[in-house]
Nanobody, 113 residues
Framework: QVQLVESGGGLVQPGGSLRLSCVAS????????MSWYRQAPGKERELVAP??DYADSVKGRFTISRDNAKNTVYLQMNSLKPEDTAVYYC????????????WGQGTQVTVSS
């Protein structure tokens, strides 16, 4: 059974930082392209951080990284803004068999003073 479990969300003040983690199980982690998406209330889900070409709204502030030994992908978020408030989702897509995709359950990030 495949599971992607996110953690690290919470309430943070504007200008603060958070690091999200996503631990994968049930897949060969190194064979998957890992990404982060987010969805704010009333908005569509958007791609935030692939391995290249971050969304313009987060460039220079967010960094995605991975540790294959721990089956974990991270999203370091700095200089957070209220508009970064959203549910953040971990996404896995097989590098070769692109129809094999999986989603985490999401973790809430709220940026507010």
């Amino acid at each position: 059974q495949v599971q992607l479990v996110e953690s690290g969300g919470g309430l943070v003040q504007p200008g603060g930082s958070l690091r999200l983690s996503c631990v994968a199980s049930g897949i060969t982690f190194s064979s998957y392209i890992m990404s982060w998406y987010r969805q704010a209330p009333g908005k569509e889900r958007e791609l935030v951080a692939p391995t290249t070409d971050y969304a313009d709204s987060v460039k220079g502030r967010f960094t995605i990284s991975r540790d294959n030994a721990k089956n974990t992908v991270y999203l370091q978020m700095n200089s957070l803004k209220p508009e970064d408030t959203a549910v953040y989702y971990c996404h896995a897509a097989h590098a070769t068999f692109r129809w094999r995709i999986y989603w985490g359950q999401g973790t809430q990030v709220t940026v507010s003073s």
